[in-house]
């Protein structure tokens, strides 16, 4: 089974399966490697793409997968191409390439297997059991890493509806901000320390008349996008700690996903 580090490259299903989504650019761009055509091309997509952190090995996988309709593990039985999505969903990305290779006896199978998962209309019972499946393969993601290595920020990014749900007051967001520059500020000597920092928007630090000035500044002023967002990691962060037990973020996802 291909290793897809999904926690270190989040794809949307848009960017899967859209026309010029990813898996239509390698099962492309893999075509022309092989004809020995524009691999400088190749490469350098390759290495700019979401999938830079797999092997060349693995995304070559996904290619000879897309075209052969190789669907079945070595016991021959079903199984999820990206670990995160149902399968009736990776099957329903793969199934426009399958189809394209009409004289293959293995891809025929395929698309027989592929007409049943990938139904033209799913009932209420079947759209709630894929959410589920869906929320249970995210909560096992983010709950190994907060037991076994440890909470990191990559968990953060997992799971969208966590940062869609969790609200940021602004007298939170004030705090968290004024502690990140409170920090920052304990290594500033000058003026040309906080612009190489990149950290805060420099438009209205002009003209300080000394460095007291300058700080008092930028306690006071705008942060940009990435202080935003590291203020937002440290609640995300605190808020996933919380849980001890992989049914009680389970439990916690739902709610929040019906919300």
Not at 101 to 110: C, L, P, T, Y
Not at 134 to 143: Q, S
Request: hydrophobic share 35%; with cysteine.
């Amino acid at each position: 089974m291909l290793k897809w580090e999904i926690c270190y490259n989040p794809v949307t299903i848009g960017e899967l399966i859209s026309e010029n989504g990813v898996l239509n650019k390698i099962c492309r761009l893999y075509s022309i490697a092989e004809d020995k055509a524009c691999h400088a091309d190749w490469t350098s997509w390759f290495f700019a793409s979401p999938f830079k952190k797999l092997t060349s090995l693995e995304v070559y996988g996904a290619h000879v997968m897309a075209l052969n309709g190789n669907l079945l593990d070595e016991e021959g039985k079903m199984f999820k191409i990206f670990q995160v999505l149902s399968i009736k969903q990776s099957a329903e990305i793969l199934r426009s390439y399958v189809i394209e290779k009409e004289n293959n006896d293995r891809v025929w199978k395929a698309k027989q297997i592929l007409s049943q998962l990938t139904l033209t209309s799913k009932t209420e019972d079947k759209i709630r059991q894929e959410k589920e499946e869906i929320l249970r393969n995210y909560c096992e993601i983010i709950f190994k890493e907060l037991q076994d290595i440890g909470y990191t920020d990559k968990a953060t990014y997992l799971y969208p509806i966590i940062k869609d749900k969790i609200k940021i007051s602004k007298q939170l967001a004030k705090r968290l901000y004024r502690y990140q520059a409170y920090l920052f500020l304990k290594k500033i000597k000058n003026k040309k320390d906080i612009k190489e920092s990149k950290l805060f928007d420099v438009g209205f630090l002009k003209n300080p008349s000394n460095i007291e000035d300058l700080k008092k500044k930028i306690i006071t002023g705008i942060p940009v996008e990435f202080v935003k967002q590291q203020c937002r990691d440290i609640v995300v962060s605190k808020y996933l700690k919380k849980f001890n037990s992989y049914q009680s973020l389970l439990s916690e996802l739902k709610k929040l996903e019906n919300q």
